[in-house]
C-alpha cells in the first residue's frame, strides 16, 4: 500500500465504496476491472500471470452478460488472449470485455482519477460501450476505440512522455557544457502549444513501476514484431546511462559523507520501485561513501530495502550535521523552503549538488554547488 494525498480521507467519507477478499462477491457485478500488476518478465516480455490467476479465481462466479475490463497496462493482443482463456474456462458463460487502459499518476492519483484527460475504452461491440458510457456517466472525456488500439493507446503514451524526459536530460548534459540554463531552455521550448510544458523538467531520469516497465515492453514487442523502434530504443539506454553520470558528477566532489535527499522515484510518493534514486544510492555504495538519507514519506521502504548499509534521518535539518555534500536527488517541495543559511551552518563542508532545481543560483552562492543542466560555484 502506498502513500496517496486525500486518498484515506476521501475513501472513509464515501458510504457506496465495499472491499472485500472474497472472490465470490463478484457474482453480482454487472462490471469488473482488473487492476493486478502487469510485471515484464526476464525477457521484458509482459507477465500475464496475475490476470490469468485472478480469472481462475473469478470465472466460477461471474454472471452471464458481465463486462469484464482490463485495466492494468496490457501489450496489444492481451486482451484477447484472456477473454479466450476465459471462454476457455467457463464456456457457457455470456460476457463482454473490454480494455480499459489507467492513466492516473502517483502522487495525484485520486485528482487524476476524478478528472482524467481522457478515458480510453477498448471495446468489440455496443452493450460494452453502452456499459461504460452509463458508468462514467456520460463523461465527454470518453474515446472509444477498438481494444487493440487502446492497449496500444496505453503504451504509445508511457513510453512517448519517457522520451520527453529522456530528450530533456540529455539537453541539460549540453546546457552544462554550453553555459546555458536548463530550466529556461524548457520553460522556453514548453510555450510552444506543440511541445507543452509537461515532462520537460531535467531530473536524474525517470523511474516508477510504469515508465521503465512499458517502455521496456513496447521495445520488446516491436522486436517480436520485427519492428524496429529505433527513437525509443535510444531513450531506455539514455535513462538507464543517467544513473552512471549522475554518480560520477557526485564522486567529482571528491568526498565521504554524502546526505542523499529524497529516495522516491517522484516526488508525492512513498513509492521507491524502480527509482533511479535507489539505483544511484546502489552505485555510489559501490564506491565507499558513507551515505545519509532523508525522505519526507519513503525512508520505511528505504530501511527495508537498504537495511544497515545507509544511515536515516527523519528530520531534515539533523541530515546535513557534519556532512561533506548535500545531494537534492527528488523535488519535495518541502526542500523548495529550505533555509540555506541554517543548512550552511550545519554542514562540515558547504557543497550541494541540486539535481532538481530546487534552488537558484543566487539563494545557493554562499556554497560550492552544482545545479542540474547548468550553474556551478567554484567547482
Ligand atoms: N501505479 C501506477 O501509477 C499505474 C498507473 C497506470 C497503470 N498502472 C497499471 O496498473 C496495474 C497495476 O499496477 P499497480 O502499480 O497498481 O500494482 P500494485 O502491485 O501496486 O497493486 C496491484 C494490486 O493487485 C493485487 N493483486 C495481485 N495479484 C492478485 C490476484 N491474483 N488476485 C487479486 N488481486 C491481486 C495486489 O494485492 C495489489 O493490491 C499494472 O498493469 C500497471 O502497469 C499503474
Known amino acids: 500500500m502506498f502513500y496517496e494525498k486525500k486518498l484515506n480521507e476521501e475513501l472513509l467519507k464515501q458510504n457506496n465504496i465495499q472491499f472485500s477478499c472474497d472472490f465470490k462477491n463478484v457474482k453480482n457485478q454487472d462490471i469488473i476491472f482488473i487492476c493486478v500488476p502487469t510485471p515484464n518478465d526476464k525477457n521484458n516480455q509482459i507477465d500475464l500471470s496475475y490476470i490469468k490467476s485472478v480469472i481462475d479465481s473469478i470465472y466460477k462466479y461471474l454472471k452471464n452478460g458481465v463486462l469484464l475490463c482490463i485495466k492494468s497496462t496490457v501489450i496489444p493482443g492481451s486482451t484477447l488472449s484472456i477473454k479466450k482463456l476465459l471462454q476457455k474456462k467457463n464456456p457457457k458463460l455470456k460476457f463482454h470485455i473490454a480494455c480499459v487502459p489507467e492513466f492516473l499518476k502517483e502522487g495525484s492519483a485520486l485528482e487524476d482519477f476524478l478528472n482524467p484527460d481522457r478515458i480510453i475504452c ?17 463523461s465527454d472525456k470518453l474515446f472509444f476505440t477498438s481494444i487493440n488500439d487502446a492497449e496500444m ?4 503514451s508511457n513510453s512517448f512522455l519517457s522520451l520527453k524526459v529522456a530528450f530533456i536530460n540529455e539537453l541539460a548534459n549540453l546546457c552544462e557544457k554550453s553555459n546555458c540554463d536548463i530550466n529556461l531552455v524548457s520553460l522556453g521550448m514548453g510555450l510552444d502549444k506543440r511541445i507543452a510544458p509537461y515532462f520537460l523538467n531535467a531530473s536524474i531520469g525517470y523511474g516508477g513501476s510504469c515508465f521503465p516497465k512499458d517502455s521496456t515492453a513496447l521495445n520488446s514487442f516491436a522486436k517480436k514484431k520485427k519492428v524496429n523502434l529505433s527513437i525509443l530504443n535510444a531513450s531506455i539506454k539514455s535513462n538507464q546511462n543517467r544513473v552512471k553520470l549522475i554518480c560520477k558528477n557526485i564522486l567529482e566532489f571528491n568526498v565521504k559523507n554524502i546526505a542523499i535527499f529524497g529516495c522516491s522515484f517522484k516526488a508525492n510518493t512513498d513509492d521507491i520501485r524502480y527509482s533511479q534514486a535507489i539505483l544511484l544510492i ?17 525512508l520505511n521502504n528505504a530501511k ?6 545507509i544511515a536515516y534521518k527523519q528530520d531534515f535539518y539533523e541530515c546535513f550535521k557534519n556532512q561533506e555534500l548535500a545531494v537534492f536527488l527528488v523535488p519535495w517541495s518541502d526542500y523548495k523552503n529550505a533555509n540555506l543559511d541554517k543548512i ?4 562540515q563542508k ?14 545557493l552562492n554562499k556554497f560550492y554547488y552544482k545545479k542540474m543542466g547548468g550553474g556551478y ?3
Not at 550541494?352 to 539563494?363: A, G, Q, R, S, V
Open 122 to 138: 477498448g471495446v468489440e461491440d455496443e452493450r460494452s460501450k453502452e456499459l461504460l458510457t452509463k458508468l462514467y456517466n456520460n
Open 153 to 156: 493507446i496505453k503504451y504509445a
Open 282 to 298: 546502489e552505485e555510489l555504495l559501490k564506491n565507499n561513501v558513507k551515505i545519509t538519507l532523508h525522505d519526507p514519506k519513503a
Open 304 to 309: 527495508k530495502y537498504f537495511a544497515n548499509k
Open 344 to 347: 550552511h551552518s550545519l554542514m
Open 350 to 363: 558547504p557543497n550541494i549538488y541540486d539535481t532538481c532545481n530546487l534552488f537558484t543560483k543566487e539563494n
Open 377 to 379: 560555484n567554484q567547482w
